[in-house]
């Protein structure tokens, strides 16, 4: 998780006039965000997403993932997406007997305050805390619904 905290910050938003003057010949179209290329890289390696998930939580198309990875960059309005997702992923989440939601909540409003990161996190730092799992451990939350049975959530765990 450390390279994607890494790679997250050291992404670098420029003008369409400052990328022109930084790199003559390519050419582009309204603010552009350097380090994509590395951020989805971190995320494969990291967190172990293949092409396909990444691309869906980015709303591109996996080609469109691989011009990023190929150039290093892409236009900020497509890759804000991909950027908000990845801040959540490095955001800390205290879990330490702080609770941000009300005891007296149902497990329905309760799940529907809790970003996915969040649950991820929750989930990851209880396993490694509680069970003795690896620091390397990582959650990844697939699937969350709501039935008349329940509520369930699908995790993978690497």
């Keep these: 998780m450390s390279k994607l905290i890494d790679t997250y910050n050291s992404l670098e ?3 369409q006039g400052e990328f022109n003057r930084r790199f003559p010949g390519k050419n582009t179209i309204g603010d552009v965000v350097l380090g994509m290329g590395d951020l989805v890289e971190s995320l494969k390696e990291d967190c172990g997403l293949s092409l396909r998930k990444i691309a869906d939580i980015a709303g591109v198309s ?3 993932l691989d011009r990023w990875r190929n150039n290093g960059y892409g236009s900020k ?3 804000e997406k991909l950027m908000s997702y990845c801040e959540q992923r490095v955001q800390g989440i205290d879990t ?3 609770t941000a939601i009300l005891p007296s909540a149902s497990v329905a409003d309760s799940l529907r305050l809790c970003s996915p990161a969040q649950l991820e996190k929750v989930i990851q730092e209880a396993l490694q805390a509680r069970l003795g799992f690896p620091d390397s451990l990582v959650c990844t939350l697939i699937k969350m619904e709501a ?3 329940g509520h369930r959530l699908e ?3 690497r």
Aim: charged share 20%; with cysteine.
């Design 96 to 98: 330490k007997n702080e």
């Design 77 to 79: 309005k497509h890759c």
């Design 13 to 15: 938003v420029v003008s």
């Design 147 to 149: 039935g008349t049975d």
């Design 62 to 64: 996996v080609a469109g």
């Design 155 to 157: 995790i993978v765990v």
